[in-house]
């Protein structure tokens, strides 16, 4: 009874896993990040494929001799741990870390799972961190715990690592993906306590799936949220995040909203092809990363060669030193392209008065700036 329960349990965190890595593959891209997540849900089914083999042994429904039951709990225990350390690889790559442009800390990583595979191999003959009696039941060893605190430690780092670049961070989708790293591990380590305490419940297959599938959906969220072409958010979660603003909006601060094109994109486009006016966009869209990244704006692809950014600052003045920054930083990436032709922008904006009965309001005045400003600028030829 108590194994074909564990067996059910088993089966339901193996579905859940291999429809993760199924509309991954379906609905996904080809980016490094899309791929190392695979593989760390790859990682996370093998060891639940590992963990079932293991109750059907204990079970006495699988029959192995004691050299198979040597390999196959060898293979449980390290798994264990390559899936922590694969789970370290994608919060690396995710939060941006400079970890693998540098040898010595990409070694220094290594050295845990080393030990750990040196640990678990060498028990097949010390039983330092398992064993096999003569009757071929598994018993832990003398040193087992080592197997779990390395295990963890690369998970408690990544989470570790991951609150301080959230705090620090100021674009706030940055700060949601650190949120998911930081937050992954508390499911794994609650279900994780309970299995060490009791081995014939499969909690940690449980905390594992549960907690990989909470990433996946808040990695499905994020990819509605962002304009494909671009990688900033899109017009629907502009328009969200205006009026959550809106809504929390504080005397200390007032609420801007920046609203830009690009001048001439149509002749780009007629010009050169689509091709070519998708890189211009590129270009603006990578400008605004640059130059607004700092100030803790949240900057948004409107449609079209339109964008759009929030910025909450105590006055004007904020708002002309950015309208130079981020012209400053154009000039420079135009520099830097060496296009047959130059890109500039046009900018205008407004600030939220109480008066506006939705941010529907904030849009449409910022909006009719834009447009007084672009006809100024067709009266002088520019």
Not at 119 to 135: K, P, T, V
Request: with cysteine; net charge positive.
């Amino acid at each position: 009874m108590v194994t074909t329960l564990y067996l059910e349990i088993n089966a339901t965190c193996i579905f859940i896993l291999s429809l993760i890595l199924y509309k991954m593959h379906v609905n996904s891209g080809k980016s490094r990040n899309k791929h190392l997540f695979s593989y760390v849900v790859t990682n996370a089914l093998i060891l639940c494929l590992l963990d079932s083999l293991w109750a059907l042994l204990e079970g006495g429904i699988l029959a192995l001799p004691r050299s198979a039951n040597y390999i196959l709990n060898f293979l449980y225990l390290f798994q264990a741990g390559h899936l922590s350390y694969s789970w370290y690889l994608f919060s690396e790559v995710t939060l941006d870390l400079p970890t693998f442009r540098n040898k010595v800390k990409h070694y220094v990583a290594l050295l845990p799972i080393t030990l750990l595979f040196i640990l678990c191999f060498s028990s097949l003959w010390n039983g330092w961190i398992f064993y096999i009696d003569g009757s071929n039941t598994y018993h832990r060893g003398p040193l087992f715990i080592l197997q779990p605190i390395i295990a963890y430690s690369y998970i408690l780092y990544s989470a570790a690592k991951a609150l301080i670049v959230g705090f620090l961070e100021k674009s706030h989708l940055k700060k949601l993906e650190c949120r998911t790293v930081a937050s992954f591990i508390i499911l794994p380590l609650f279900f994780g306590l309970i299995q060490f305490f009791n081995q014939q419940i499969p909690t940690l297959c449980v905390g594992i799936s549960l907690s990989f599938l909470i990433v996946f959906i808040s990695f499905q969220e994020r990819q509605i949220s962002l304009d494909p072409l671009t990688g900033l958010n899109n017009r629907f979660r502009f328009h969200k995040y205006l009026e959550s603003r809106i809504n929390n909006s504080n005397d200390k601060h007032q609420l801007y909203l920046l609203m830009l094109d690009i001048d001439s994109f149509k002749k780009i486009n007629d010009t050169y092809g689509h091709v070519e006016g998708d890189e211009a966009l590129k270009i603006v869209a990578d400008t605004l990363r640059k130059a607004c990244g700092i100030h803790n704006c949240f900057i948004s692809r409107y449609g079209g060669d339109e964008f759009v950014i929030v910025y909450e600052c105590q006055s004007e003045k904020n708002i002309c030193d950015m309208k130079n920054q981020i012209t400053d930083t154009l000039n420079f990436l135009n520099d830097q392209a060496k296009k047959t032709y130059h890109i500039s922008i046009s900018i205008g904006y407004a600030v939220y008065m109480p008066d506006m009965t939705s941010s529907i309001d904030l849009v449409e005045k910022a909006d009719g700036k834009l447009y007084e400003i672009k006809q100024e600028r067709k009266k002088k030829g520019l």
